[in-house]
């Protein structure tokens, strides 16, 4: 880890002594006129090109610190050193290649580009993520905790905000730490209070926890991001407006509006897609072949970035609405899929969103150099925050105690046990999303009074420390925290308390679900189902609605990939699949005329070639015989 760090660090060295910088690295006023006559070049034009070799150079280092985390993430993993999680390792990664820069005179330049960009993280970064969790989520499981994730995510995030702010600011006042405005206060913890779905999504993933257990964690991260957002621009907006009760009335109407419309919005988009495939369907199932799913994974592209760009040009929420798409097109779009595709979709979609995440805790490291982090910082003020979000979850057992009032053990779904209340409480890391919307802050100055708006003429002990430099330093040091500390030792923590999946545990929870009456959402999700998805024909290939969901049940994909672990499950899809390929009878041969996904011409053609080649050697071709299995040709 060292060794990749330093390695990185030589590497940034070496490439910010290559790159002439902006212009201003030239040795002379002469050098730069002699390239400017040899490219044939204007000052300007000059300038931007080497501004733009600037960018290149910091594109390749970012990338050289992805890969790196990749490689080493993938060795710390195979020797079991879960104590350092692969998000840790792209922090340090990150950490290491902007300090390198930082440290010689002649790179100061390229750090202009490893900045910490908002519109970046949350256009390119974030949808990705959201959306492949969404699309290969237990929409089941989800939807069978829907309302304490509802809870938790709007009522338990808004209960906290108010905790967080005011302990903060009551620290403040009693001089226990930086003294930050009621305002700054609490607009912090409307940041803070908020978990952050990329830190929990790569570290449940890894570990494989219960998918019930995942749905409440993750529903509840990703909702309450999007209510951190909506919140602490509302709060902010209190700035530049006087708080009344029309301007209160005004927030909260604008705070329904905007996740109302979201959802409405991906669902939409989820439906267009669904509709779509279907009519698509049975001429691919029919005519498929191995290429179209690369047509259906470039396809099913569309609709998730179109709803995410159609919700931000509406000014509501894209993160809200690419997660509802994903989670419909999960429901009533993967059925509509060829067989090939459903598994391709899945791991395609989950490749990218590794990605994505994985460069978000690089993107990290590199912003602990970017901005002024360590510049005299308010270490009293961070321990404090830390008890304070400790407080704040505190929310989580009271939540789940008032649902499990409601709840008996046979139940479906049964009571939050205290295993699961101590993994959520647990599980509330802070990451990307808290930071960028303190770098947000910080950037346009929201908050630019120092020590919480002294009288003038005082001094402030914190020197020349903004409220907003102050949150944002803040909330860097507890989503490094947490990173570390609560990312390091959940594995541990998970395995101790038994909440990883097993191989039997859906086998259980389907039982269970047998003869329990099924609630409005399921029974609307099933008349939905009837019309928006092609049911398998055995002879065809092709599809007929069925009327009931019980001729075809849908097999919610286990993380992270959607394809049915059995083959028994794979030959009968369950409603994901089309329909079975009978046996093959022709000695061995990989798909018979019947199959939908081979070209049988081909197949047999090879086959033949197999038997030929293996005649002329003497050597026994497997599949060849009357039995099935061999025979010496």
Known sequence: MVAATTVLALFAVVISAAGPGDGKAFSGDGELELAIKLNGETEEQAQGRHEQQDRDWSIVLSICALGATFYFGSILERNHVDWLPEAAV??????????????????????????????????????????????????????????????????????????????????????????LSLLASLTFGS????????????????????SDLFSMVFG????????????????????????????????????????????????????????????????WIRDS??????????????????????????ELSGIVAILSCGMTMATFTRPNLTKPAVTFTADAYRGIAL??????????????????IFTNPSW??????????????????????????????????????KTYQFIMWFSGLRGGVAFALASLSYIRNDFPTKCGGLPEGSDCPYGETSDSLALLQCTMMIA????????GSISRVAIWLDVIAHDGDEKVRKNSREGQKPTMMKQ??????????????????????????????????????????????????????????????DGGVRANKGSPFKDVTRDVEEEDLIKQRAAGNGRVAWGAGSDGNKAMV
């Open 90 to 179: 792209g922090v340090l990664l990150g950490f290491g290649t902007t300090f390198a820069l930082k440290s010689t005179t002649f790179g100061s330049e390229l750090l202009e580009y490893e900045q910490f960009d908002f519109e970046f993280f949350v256009v390119w970064l974030l949808p990705p993520i959201i959306f492949e969790a969404g699309f290969n989520m237990d929409v089941e499981s989800f939807f069978e905790n829907i309302w304490p994730t509802v809870t938790l995510a709007f009522l338990g995030t808004l209960v906290s905000t108010f905790i967080v702010g005011g302990l903060v600011w009551g620290a403040g006042q009693l001089g226990l730490c930086y003294p």
């Open 191 to 210: 940041i803070i209070s908020a978990t952050d779905p990329v830190t929990v999504l790569a570290v449940f993933q890894a570990l494989g926890v219960k």
């Open 220 to 283: 509840e991260s990703v909702l309450n991001d999007a209510v951190a957002i909506v919140l602490s621009s509302t709060l902010i907006s209190f700035t530049q407006v006087p708080v009344s009760q029309e301007t209160l009335l005004y927030a909260l109407g604008l705070f329904v509006t905007i996740f109302v419309g979201s959802l409405a919005i991906g669902a939409a988009f989820g439906v267009f897609s669904s509709i779509a495939f279907k009519s698509l369907a049975v001429e």
């Open 289 to 314: 072949h191995e290429d179209h799913k690369y047509i259906e994974l470039a396809f099913s592209f569309c609709f998730p970035w179109a709803a995410y760009f159609c919700a931000e040009a509406m």
């Open 355 to 372: 990605i994505a995440e994985t460069f978000v805790f690089v993107y990290l490291g590199m912003a602990c150099m970017t901005f002024p």
């Open 380 to 417: 009293g003020l961070v321990i404090f925050s830390l008890l304070a979000c400790g407080i704040g979850r505190l929310h989580v057992y009271v939540v789940s105690a008032g649902f499990n009032c409601v709840r008996t053990p046979t139940s479906i779904p049964p009571p939050i046990s």
């Open 480 to 487: 490094l925290f947490t990173i570390f500390i609560f990312g």
């Open 524 to 585: 609307m999700t099933t008349k939905l189902f009837d019309v928006l998805t092609i049911m398998p024909d055995s002879e065809t290939g092709g599809g007929q609605n069925k009327s009931s969901r019980g001729d075809a049940k849908r097999t919610y994909a286990r993380r992270p990939s959607c394809a049915p672990s059995s083959k028994k499950a794979a030959a009968q899809g369950e409603g994901l699949q089309p329909p079975p390929v009978d046996a093959p009878d």
